[in-house]
C-alpha cells in the first residue's frame, strides 16, 4: 500500500511529535527579525545571516514566507526583533520554526544519550578490563607454580643420583682406608727431598669420605626442601587453576554485557537516525 507524499510527511511528524509535545510547540511564540528598509517598507525573517562590516554589510534573511532575500546593508535602516505567537505566521514559517525546534529537540536529545551511553558503556568497560588484567595474573600465577613444581621435581630426581655418587664416593674412601694399604710408610722422593706417602694418602681419603658426607647432607636437605616445594605447588595448583577458569567465565559474562550494552546503544542511534529523516526542511524560493 502507498501513501500521498503528503500523507508520508504527516505521519512523520505524528511520529516525531507526541501530541503534547507539538501543543506545547504550537504555543511557544516565535523568535521575528524586522528589517526596516529605506523605501519604508520591511522584512521579516525568522533567520539571518550577516557578511561583510560597516556600509558593505549584507543580510541574508530566510523571510516568514519561505523565501530567501539579500538585504544591502546601506538599505537597512533598522534592525529589531519580537516574539511573535506561531499561529499568527504564515504556514511555510510555522513549519520552519517547527523543524528547527525538532532538530534542535533531536540535537539535544543526542548529546544526552551520548552521555548516557558513555556512562552505559563505562562499568562494564572497566569491568572488561579489570577482569582481563585479573585473569592474566592468575594464568600467570599457573605458569609460575607449573614451572616452580618442575624445578623442584627436577631437583628431587637429581638428588638420587647425587646421593648414590655421594655413597659411593664415601664408601671407596673408606674401604680403601680399611685395607691398610694407604696407612703403611712409604718412602717416596719428591725430587728436592723425602717424604712419606702412606701418611699423605691416608689424609686425603679421610678428606674424600669428608667431602662425600657433606655433599650427602647438603643434597638430603636440598631433597627436603624440593619434597616440600612439590607438596606445597601441587595442593596449590588446582585452586590456582580453578581461578582461571572461574575468571574466565566472569570474563565471557562481563563481555556479553558489555556487547548487550553496545547493542542497545546502536539500537537507540538507528532510532534516532530514523527520527532525523523524519525532519524534512521547508522548501526555499
Do not use: W
Not at 511555510?92 to 551511553?117: F, G, H, P, S, Y
Not at 619434597?227 to 590456582?240: F, G, H, I
Amino acid at each position: 500500500m502507498r501513501f500521498p507524499k503528503a500523507a508520508v510527511l504527516a505521519i512523520s511528524f505524528t511520529v516525531l511529535f507526541s501530541v503534547p509535545a507539538f501543543v506545547r510547540a504550537a504555543e511557544e511564540p516565535a523568535k521575528v527579525t524586522t528589517f526596516e528598509l529605506s523605501d519604508g517598507t520591511n522584512v521579516k525573517g525568522l533567520h539571518y545571516a550577516v557578511l561583510g562590516s560597516a556600509e558593505y554589510r549584507t543580510y541574508i534573511v530566510d523571510s516568514i514566507y519561505g523565501k530567501t532575500l539579500t538585504l544591502v546593508g546601506r538599505d537597512v535602516c533598522s534592525v529589531h526583533a519580537e516574539m511573535v505567537p506561531l499561529n499568527e505566521l504564515p504556514k511555510a514559517a510555522q513549519q520552519d520554526v517547527l523543524n528547527a525546534r525538532a532538530i534542535a529537540k533531536l540535537a539535544r536529545a543526542k548529546l544526552e544519550a551520548a552521555a548516557r551511553e558513555e556512562r552505559a558503556l563505562a562499568e562494564p568497560n572497566a569491568k572488561v578490563k579489570a577482569l582481563q588484567a585479573e585473569l592474566q595474573n592468575a594464568e600467570r600465577d599457573v605458569v609460575l607454580a607449573r614451572q616452580v613444581l618442575s624445578g623442584a621435581e627436577q631437583i628431587l630426581k637429581n638428588a638420587k643420583i647425587e646421593i648414590v655418587r655421594a655413597d659411593a664416593k664415601y664408601d671407596a674412601a673408606k674401604t680403601e682406608l680399611a685395607s691398610g694399604g694407604a696407612s703403611s710408610i712409604q718412602r717416596v722422593g719428591y725430587g728436592y727431598g723425602y717424604g712419606y706417602g702412606g701418611y699423605v694418602r691416608a689424609d686425603k681419603l679421610r678428606d674424600q669420605m669428608m667431602d662425600a658426607a657433606e655433599q650427602k647432607v647438603k643434597v638430603e636437605e636440598d631433597k627436603t626442601q624440593a619434597q616440600a616445594v612439590v607438596a606445597r605447588t601441587n595442593e596449590s595448583l588446582p585452586r590456582l587453576q580453578e581461578r582461571v577458569e572461574a575468571l574466565r567465565k566472569d570474563l565471557d559474562a562481563a563481555r556479553g554485557a558489555l556487547d548487550k550494552a553496545r547493542e542497545e546503544i546502536h539500537k537507540a542511534e538507528q532510532q534516532r537516525a530514523e527520527e532525523e529523516i523524519t525532519i524534512k526542511p521547508t522548501a526555499k524560493m
